[in-house]
């Protein structure tokens, strides 16, 4: 597995949009440019193409860099809360221009809740029924379901 290393931008190299915590990144092995998974996925994929997963092997949109889709998936990983966007002085072009203020102790204030994924939302229970044969037989049929 590849090691995780720091982020080298607060945005993703494909949509330029500002990573937020807990978004699902990759990170090209070349430039160590992160994306959003689902941004690097389109890019991997043929427009000419009817199928629904990435090609084995794409360029990198920021350094075009040849990189093979499994490769890139050893990098999938969430963006940390503290990785979102740096501050005090860290050496990073895109993080100059625009850094949210930082409390106190130099960490990022949020400036929006973390994305939520829709699959991680709480399930709700299935209720279940019993049926009592003995109670259906002395009334001598079944209620109507609806």
């Known amino acids: 597995q590849v090691a995780r290393q720091p982020l080298n931008s607060i945005r993703c190299g494909c949509c330029r949009e500002n990573l937020q915590a807990q978004d ?4 090209c ?10 941004c690097i ?4 994929m043929d427009p000419m193409s009817s199928e629904l997963m990435p090609q084995s092997s794409a360029s990198c949109p920021k350094c075009n860099m040849t990189i093979e889709w499994p490769l890139l998936l050893q990098t999938a990983r969430r963006v940390s ?3 979102q966007a740096p501050c005090d002085g860290q050496n990073n072009s895109d993080a100059r ?19 939520m ?3 991680s939302a709480e399930l ?15 009334r001598g049929q079944a209620e109507p379901f609806f």
Request: net charge negative; charged share 25%.
């Open 24 to 27: 699902r990144i990759l990170t």
């Open 29 to 38: 092995l070349g430039c160590k440019e992160p994306f959003h998974v689902t």
């Open 41 to 44: 996925a389109q890019a991997f």
């Open 81 to 83: 809360p503290l990785e």
């Open 97 to 115: 221009q625009e850094t949210p203020p930082c409390s106190s102790g130099g960490l990022p204030v949020p400036t929006e809740p973390p994305r």
């Open 117 to 119: 994924p829709l699959w």
């Open 124 to 138: 709700t229970q299935i209720p279940t029924f019993e049926i009592d044969s003995d109670e259906d037989e002395d």
